[in-house]
């Protein structure tokens, strides 16, 4: 069967351009943000927004009509070919996003009609008007949570609360320091700590909307937000005095600022490294192993779900604690800029800005 406009959906049409040297560590912080305004182009140029048939439903099938879906950098990495995941090209694009059951095949059980949807899995083509998917690829998520808040569930929120939870036990009182905080991962950092009684000190990088920027995250829960620059400063001391040193840091950047985020972690305190915006390499003295016994850890959202995939009550739990924290109001999506579909290039572009603080949402 062959659908209409109001079901097209992306598709790449070309290879990924990973030999275009744009993720090269090689290159400086300037080399790289050039080579990335350079790629812009050919990254966007790689995308069609094209009718395709709808799958026929299978017997373990669930159709799904697409409501909205985010674009996120590692969907860009994907394209880029960067990424640990690469799809089978020609592939749809997206791997997160929230759906509406339109029909079920006769062997599934969990799902319904009617029932709101999110990917279970990574590179699932969530850029569609609708699909048809597997039934153990999609999680049943509450259908009172807004729209843009299980659109932007699966990834984000996901890694901010395994982050928090996994590596060091902490109590009310303690403190983590996070870079990028103005992502979506820092956004649902704030907001988790702030409801666990966790204090923040969140680095950001220097840009002509600071105030501003500063302003929303505080509003969110930040506990403090400094610069990059503000981490070499004798001020830093200040920070300490009203709140004890962090014992968990959270690096999605890289570079010499993540180095000089670790420098204020407490001795036997962990360094968690989920992204690398920066395209530098984490440097870390030898004076940090050795006198102060940091932990250096790696996490990636798609592993942790994979290593849980048999371990359905640890995801169980953590949606349904994520989910009473969107229904409390302790948790609200990311600030988003919703986009419609035939307006894709423009949310591409948007999303691979420089000083991005606001994430687009492809209404669907």
């Not at 990917?119 to 569609?128: S, Y």
Request: with cysteine; aromatic share 4%; charged share 20%.
């Amino acid at each position: 069967m062959r659908w209409g406009i109001q079901c097209c959906l992306f598709e790449v049409l070309m290879c990924c351009v990973g030999d275009t040297g744009i993720s090269s560590s090689n290159h400086g912080a300037e080399d790289i943000s050039q080579a990335c305004i350079n790629a812009l182009f050919l990254c966007i140029s790689l995308f069609r927004l094209k009718d395709l048939e709808v799958a026929e439903l299978g017997d373990s099938d669930v159709h799904v009509k697409m409501l909205a879906a985010p674009i996120n950098p590692a969907d860009i990495n994907m394209i880029q070919g960067t990424y640990a995941i690469i799809s089978t090209l020609p592939a749809v694009g997206g791997n997160e996003g929230v759906g509406e059951v339109l029909e079920v095949g006769r062997r599934v059980t969990a799902l319904k009609p009617g029932d709101r949807v999110i990917p279970a899995v990574t590179g699932l083509g969530t850029w569609r008007t609708r699909g048809v998917f597997p039934e153990e690829t999609l999680l049943k998520v509450p259908g009172d949570i807004p729209v843009l808040s299980a659109a932007t569930l699966s990834v984000n929120p996901c890694t901010a609360y395994r982050m928090l939870v996994d590596f060091e036990t902490l109590a009310p009182g303690d403190s983590v320091i996070q870079n990028a905080a103005n992502s979506g991962v820092g956004q649902a950092v704030i907001q988790i700590a702030k409801a666990s009684g966790i204090k923040t000190i969140n680095v950001l990088r220097d840009r002509p909307d600071l105030p501003k920027l500063v302003e929303r995250l505080m509003a969110l829960g930040a506990d403090h937000v400094i610069t990059e620059e503000m981490l070499r400063k004798p001020e830093m001391k200040d920070i300490f005095k009203s709140i004890p040193k962090p014992r968990l840091a959270l690096n999605c950047v890289g570079g010499k600022s993540t180095t000089e985020m670790l420098r204020h972690l407490q001795p036997k305190g962990t360094m968690v490294t989920y992204g690398g915006m920066a395209k530098q390499p984490v440097t870390v003295p030898v004076s940090a192993f050795i006198f102060r016994d940091v932990r250096l850890r790696g996490f990636w959202m798609t592993q942790w779900k994979k290593d849980h995939a048999e371990d359905q009550e640890s995801l169980g739990s953590m949606m349904d604690a994520l989910c009473q924290l969107i229904r409390s109001g302790q948790l609200a999506a990311p600030a988003c800029t919703e986009v419609l579909l035939q307006d894709y290039k423009a949310a591409l572009e948007a999303t691979m800005k420089p000083f991005v603080s606001s994430k687009q949402i492809l209404l669907l």
